[in-house]
């Protein structure tokens, strides 16, 4: 270990009220928990804990001073010994002082005393970075079990690809393509988990998921109501007036649909179960169509209806 003085930032003269002050601010900014995207926040908080550890220990500190041991707790000259000042972390601290496991357990009481992921309550587990017991924290000598990060990313599919739960291409922020099937009858908005395609935990823990929004692309047909769906169809003046059978477009491909005679096209003609995942309608709005160029037939002959055999639509 470094000097202990300058990994704490404290002078030699530091009392121990300033030695905890000190470790309170340092354990809280390199807390593992606290900076998941730094691989070397627990190196940082390990350093810390351990410079506060021997310093609030008197006799070390005092050897220490003197020049009798270094700052692992080993003599520096052959054959000394006092007490447990030789072995590395024997000794206890001195009366009054606070351990650098007292002072974490306080100041993580803050974070509410337990890590993410913990669930409150009865039978919960406390978090303790000291005793290994945490389920999603570090454990002392590196051992840790902290997932990494979850990724969010959004789905954008076409309502075929959603109705037919298919499976679709996904591009990964990290730039990794993923196969991903749709569940069926999949909704807007819905979310999937892909279990371990997050990012990699930074302490040897299990990596994150990856949280995939689905959102449906704009139809160039269809407009969604719900499970309803909603298509324009064009028709001829002639199958309006004698009616017939004309092809529309459905998500499971394209489907029959009778006319009837002077069909009226200002309501819409259902295709029941033709809607999104067989849940809803599909409803068939018609659009009649003239020809693009000008018919002196047909001009006349709706001079004649005109002067003849008019009729309203409107009421004024």
């Known amino acids: 270990m470094r000097d202990p003085y300058t990994v704490l930032g ?7 009220k300033d030695l905890k002050a000190a470790y309170r601010k340092l354990a809280k900014a390199h807390h593992p928990d606290q900076n998941q995207d730094d691989p070397k926040a627990h190196a940082k908080f390990a350093e810390v804990s351990s410079a506060y550890d021997f310093l609030t220990d008197k006799e070390k500190r005092a050897s220490y001073d003197r020049g009798e041991i270094d ?3 080993n003599p ?6 006092r007490g447990n000042a030789g072995r590395p972390g024997a000794g206890a601290a001195g009366a009054g002082a606070f351990s650098a496991e007292d002072i974490l357990k306080e100041f993580m009481s803050g974070f509410g005393g337990q890590p993410r992921g ?3 309550g ?6 303790d970075p000291f005793t290994g017991t945490s389920p999603g924290g570090f454990q002392p000598g590196g051992r840790t079990s902290a997932s990494g990060e979850d990724i969010n990313v959004t789905a954008t599919v076409t309502l075929e690809e959603a109705h037919g739960a298919a499976s679709v291409p996904l591009r990964m922020p990290t ?3 993923l196969n991903v099937k749709l569940p069926d009858k999949v909704e807007e908005g819905q979310q999937i988990r892909l279990k371990g395609q997050g990012h990699p935990s930074p302490f040897g823990g299990p990596p994150g998921d990856a949280i995939v929004t689905v959102k449906f692309e704009r139809h160039k047909q269809f407009r969604r109501d719900g499970a309803d769906l909603r298509v324009d169809v064009p028709i001829t003046l002639y199958e ?3 009616g017939g059978k004309v092809r529309v477009p459905t998500l499971d491909g394209s489907a029959e649909l009778n006319l009837p005679a ?4 200002t309501k819409a003609l259902r295709l029941k179960g033709k809607g999104l995942h067989g849940a809803g309608d599909l409803y068939v709005t018609l659009r009649i169509v003239l020809p693009e160029q000008g018919d002196p037939d047909l001009e006349s002959l709706m001079r004649f209806w005109r002067d003849q055999k008019p009729y309203k639509v409107r009421d004024s």
């Open 10 to 16: 404290v002078p030699r003269s530091a009392s121990e």
């Open 71 to 73: 700052a692992d707790g």
């Open 76 to 81: 520096r000259f052959g054959g000394f010994s």
């Open 118 to 120: 913990a669930t409150r």
């Open 122 to 127: 009865s039978g919960s587990q406390s978090w």
């Open 175 to 177: 730039g990794k393509v």
């Open 240 to 242: 309006a007036v004698l």
């Open 262 to 265: 002077s069909v009226n096209t």
